[in-house]
């Protein structure tokens, strides 16, 4: 059974840091390309980050490029989010995603909060 919990959200400054992980189960972690998503209410979900199965090629939304990175390990099934430079737009519930064998999993997500 596949599963991905999020940590490592709160709240943070503008211009802050904060560091997202995701832990996953049930599959095996290093042949999947690996997701971060963000929502706000009344939005639909929106594609922050990915990574490739190995790691060695990066994607991200315009919106965070520069100031967020995302990187695994794979020998800890742990895909984690650098979010630096942090502004009140990038609060938002941030989710896990994976996608295998046609089917979508995402985890509970973790709030980000970003505000003075």
Same mark, same amino acid.
């Given at each position: 059974? !596949? $599963? ?6 709160? *709240? ?7 560091? *997202? ?6 599959? @095996?972690?290093?042949?999947?390309? &690996?997701?971060?998503?963000?929502? @706000? ?16 090629? @990066? ?7 520069? #100031?967020?990175?995302?990187? #695994? ?5 742990? !895909?984690?989010? $650098? &979010?630096?430079? *942090? ?16 089917? *979508?999993?995402?985890?509970?997500? @973790?709030? !980000?909060?970003?505000?003075?």
């Amino acid at each position: 059974q !596949v $599963q991905l919990v999020e940590s490592g959200g709160g *709240l943070v400054q503008p211009g802050g840091s904060l560091r *997202l992980s995701c832990g996953a189960t049930g599959f @095996t972690f290093s042949n999947y390309i &690996m997701y971060w998503y963000r929502q @706000t209410p009344g939005k639909e979900r929106e594609r922050v980050a990915d990574i490739t199965a190995d790691g060695g090629s @990066t994607n991200y939304a315009d919106s965070v490029k520069g #100031r967020f990175t995302i990187s #695994r390990d794979n020998g800890k099934n742990t !895909v984690h989010l $650098q &979010m630096n430079s *942090l502004k009140p737009e990038d609060t938002a519930v941030y989710y896990c995603h994976v996608r295998r064998w046609g089917n *979508l999993y995402w985890g509970q997500g @973790t709030q !980000v909060t970003v505000s003075s």
